[in-house]
């Protein structure tokens, strides 16, 4: 069959013309069938997860893969046959990743499977809910408030109001009528209507502009992955005319051998890339993305295990995560009982909670307690927003009721309810007014009369595991802060029975009326009420201001702006779709006491890939200086690829993997790359002043080239381990264990196959020389720790 195109540009099997089924009946299951099969679906445009091939295709097809090949091609070249094994080592590395990577793909796509996105359709006349990516063209689909806009569509019946914010960056709610377009991308804040599904999949607003994005601009990338490229970028720049000149130095200024010449080029090439490095850093992560999937947390972005290793600051709601999301009505307080009995308010109540079609937590506890027979209609409403804190209905009798924030209803006559509602606050109740009004509900703000009737105070139950949660991170020197739409005394009393520290310091956010004030608030207060979606979003903003790494946990679509500023951006599973799509961890059983662990995983990874890329970029910065320095004097490159490679083992690649998974759950400091040179460049100049030093004895003393290369093997190895020790220090099991395998293993090579490894035997001078050298080498690499990593050492210790 011949693909034919829709009259927007897409290509389909079938042209299928627009309708705009009814409302309450939809599309006919055979219609949505016929649709989906020719093309017409709201396919994703692209995998969660990277695709089988992809992770085949980057893990093997990659520059320095490519380097190594002709590399062995040179070897081969000259018949050098030993001189090969750096070659299964990569091969090794390339099946490992690759292995991980499918391993962890598997992981994540099972998590992710539950965590899809779901839509509410109309067919047949009645509902259903499929993944959004089962939704067709011309589909009546249900939105409600706390669900993403999946695909464009077109208002058919009811009203609702959403934020485009995550699409166009406006952050004003946008009332949806009849008529009406609703953008995919954006949320819905409050109400519920029907809507005909209008561009799905490509050809969707978000999808084009996510198309877009791509052509424009790359992807964000974590502080240590830019760090890491921006190292194998230089060095990928260096190494092919350093390469060149070796070459020509050995051959031609020293009168050795084409074979001998390539061996000593293709080892001084191999010694300056850091082959298992990027490796290690990307097996590390997809290891800490399996490990959190399995404690149910699903990861969307890797880069953002690294961010939690920093995070000195969480951001929380009280809702949801100091307190359970199910809420129960305590009380009813009359404020006004000559004119309202108890009686009287309940039936206000049950026909208030009766007309609308709000669905968020409040409202079910008040469908719970004031369940009953609607007896008034509603002839207009007006939804609860975060922003304004209130809604409100007007009856068929003509009577309009206002509920809501005490404080935004009364306005300024607040302060004559002050005590009596504070009252009820300080003992952690939110409370909500219920007030007769005189105005209409259509204008925006309070214009009218506004007649008290009563408080209605709701109770949320604190969390059994949240005291020892915030304890936790209070002692890992981890500030919370809490931020919330509810009263500043009713949170705060809340936040101090959770045991948050200092959260008697608390601030109404209303009172913060520009910028400047929410700068300096950051710094003083602990509990934000009665803060608007915007200014969530400015907190947050303040606070990286401020230089601290920012987590923030979210449940709601009002949490959802600034989820999109912090650094790090959680959510709870239980909560709205749209911000488990937004968010970069989804807490998938929406466990608050998941938090620790899936802090202390970034941590881990962070301190332990740091820990082990000291360890290759010791190997890098000893040959980068060893090349350049051979070439200025012209002296000849002592050790051969086949003898790199039996140190890089036993000394940098089967350490530095097994350290990668230890437990480490130290505060990280500093940036990354310094934290790696530091503890690098003592163990790197060591390595190149011996080395130079064997060097220049050997040429004195008259020893063979073949024992240069066994006296330097024996030297960087001695340096290799005496690194191990530091980085080890102070010793648990595994370390010792450790390292006494790796030594075994190098002695094990030298004694048996030195033939393999290109090893020659020494007689008693270059022995007495070779072991003079690592004799001064230990003083000289002690100094150098101290001098280039003073305190940090210590400190590493102490925290170790």
Known sequence: MFRKA???????????????????????????ADRLQNGYGNTAMESATKTVWQIVEENVFTYFNLIFCVLAACILAVKSYNNLVFMPVII??????????????RVVDKLSLVNAPKATLIREGREVIVPTDKAVRDDIAVFSAGQQVYADAVVVSGTCQTNEALVTGEADEITKNPGDTLMSGSFVVAGECRACLDRVGADSFASRLTLEAKKTGKKRQSVMMTALNRLLQVIGVIIIPLGVLMYIQQTRFLGRSVAEGVVSTVAAVIGMIPEGLYLLVSVALVIGIMRLARKKTLVHEMGCIETLARVDVLCVDKTGTITENKMTVQDVVPLCEDRFSEDGIRLI?????????????????????FAGDVMNRAVKTLQFTSATKYGGITFSSGATYLLGAPEMILTDRYEQYRDVIEKYSSLGCRVLLLALYSGDIAQKGINGEVTPVSLILLANKIREEAPATFRFFQKQGVKIIVISGDNPTTVSQVALEAGIRDADRYVDASTLGNERKIKRAVNDYVVFGRVTPGQKRKLIRALKEAGHTVAMTGDGVNDILAMKDSDVSIAMASGSDVASQVAQLVLMKSNFSALPSVVMEGRRVINNIERSASLYLVKNLFSFLLAVTSLIFTLTYPVSPSQLSLVNVATIGMPAFILALEQNYNIVRGGFMKNVLLRALPAGITDFVAVVAAVLLCKAFGFSNEELGTMSTMILAAVGFMMLIIVCWPFTSLRKAMLILMVC?????????????????????????????????APLMYFLTRLLRGPVFEKQSEEA
Not at 92 to 105: F, V, W, Y
């Open 6 to 32: 829709d009259r927007d540009g897409l290509q389909f099997d079938k042209v299928i013309p627009r309708t705009v089924p009814p409302a309450d009946t939809g599309l006919s299951d055979a219609e949505a």
């Open 92 to 105: 090794i590395n390339t099946l490992i990743g690759i292995i991980q990577e499918l391993r962890s793909k």
């Open 349 to 369: 109540m049950s026909d208030y909670v009766g007309n609308m079609t709000g669905d968020n937590e409040t409202m079910a506890a008040l469908r719970r307690h």
């Open 745 to 777: 293993i190098f002695a094990f090579c030298v004694i048996l196959l030195p033939w393999f490894f290109t090893l020659s035997p020494l007689s008693w001078k270059p022995l007495l020389v070779m072991f003079g050298i690592i004799i001064l080498a």
